[in-house]
């Protein structure tokens, strides 16, 4: 009976006596009473520290594995965790990246070539055109008064200067500057094998592609600028017609530097 009644008293009285164990424990055993560094990891049951018991924008860095983590979604989300600006400097950094190879292309093979000559290698392309037309007309009076009209076509010549973008690293003389094979070309050359749609060049040439030439005797050649020794700025299209009044040629072009 008296086992009984001490195994009753426990019974009834065991959880107000857990309680007030703890109680007394927590006044005793309070944060400061640890000694920093004492506590190790496996002390702590795997997930039971929630982010709100860490203080804020208190973890930094050097805490973090930054190889580990994905792309921050937004700023708003960065934010929460305290990265916003990191998360803003990462995204200018990938853009610079970017700027460096635009469309694939290094910045190197933009054509901004107005202070330096043109990359050994790089192929500029462009396009030209010019025409015209000449006619005379003579009006005379005979005797007895009577008005006749005499309409005479003169030989035509034109010329047109194209510019590259920057300067070429090796003089262009007139067998550099050439049409690709063309019934209208005096200066056919086999090697620019391109086309007016996609003109392409060897090294150290200059190829044009005819797409138009009025006139039907015109005849087309290519030539280095006339009484520019060492032509490296551009060159010249050069279109005549010997007995019709009207001429030009039209069409496009490419440069590989050497």
């Known amino acids: 009976m008296g086992v009984a009644l ?3 008293a426990f019974a009834v009285s065991g959880t107000s006596f857990a309680e007030g164990a703890a109680t007394r424990v927590g006044k005793v055993l309070s944060g400061s009473k640890i000694k920093r560094g004492s506590l190790p990891g496996n002390r702590l049951v795997k997930g039971s520290l929630k982010g709100d ?12 594995n930054e190889s580990t983590l994905a792309t921050v979604p937004s700023a708003l989300t960065a934010k929460r965790v305290g990265v916003a600006d990191r998360a803003t400097n990462a995204q200018r ?52 008064p009577s008005t006749d009209t005499l309409t005479t076509a003169y030989a035509n010549d034109v010329q047109q200067v194209v510019q590259l973008p920057g300067a070429a690293p090796t003089e262009l003389g007139n067998g550099s500057v050439n049409f690709a094979p063309n019934a209208s070309a005096a200066d056919g050359d086999a090697t620019c094998s391109g086309s007016a749609v996609a003109p392409s060049a060897p090294a150290g040439k200059v190829c044009l592609y005819l797409t138009s030439a009025p006139g039907s005797d015109t005849v087309v050649d290519g030539e280095a600028i006339p009484g520019l020794a060492g032509s490296r700025l551009g060159f010249v299209v050069h279109a005549v017609s010997a007995t019709t009044s009207v001429t030009g040629l039209f069409g496009t072009w490419a440069y590989t530097a050497p």
């Open 93 to 144: 950094a990938t853009n610079a990246d970017n700027a460096l190879a635009l469309g694939g292309t290094a910045a190197a093979g933009y054509l901004t070539f107005s202070t330096r000559g043109i990359p050994s290698g790089i192929t500029v392309i462009g396009a030209f055109g010019v025409g015209s037309g000449v006619t005379v007309t003579n009006t005379f009076t005979a005797n007895p």
């Open 53 to 64: 018991r860490i203080k804020a924008n208190s973890v930094t860095g050097k805490q973090i």
């Open 6 to 8: 001490v195994a009753l």
